[in-house]
């Protein structure tokens, strides 16, 4: 799989979210994901809601997905 189709795939499952998916190899992949439906979630939560996108991708094509989950008043308040 390739960024592009990642990040299809998680915005597919959480429309209106922010998706930005690096990888250098197709295999390993970094993840910024900015939602409105993270907040009141713990970062555990919010992690499982991105894998459940990806469904069985996740440790096959996708062998590991560093995450970072944010909603759009923590992404503010870190200035990005």
């Known amino acids: 799989m390739n960024p592009n189709q990642i990040e299809e795939l998680i915005s597919a499952a959480l429309p209106g979210a922010q998706v930005r998916v690096r990888s250098e190899d197709n295999v390993h992949y970094e993840a910024t994901v900015v939602a409105r439906e993270f907040a009141g979630l713990r970062p555990l939560q919010r992690h499982q809601m991105v894998y459940r996108s990806l469904g ?20 503010a308040a870190r200035g990005n």
Do not use: F, N, S
């Open 56 to 75: 069985e991708r996740m440790g096959g094509e996708i062998h590991a997905l560093q995450l970072l989950t944010l909603t759009p008043e923590e992404l």
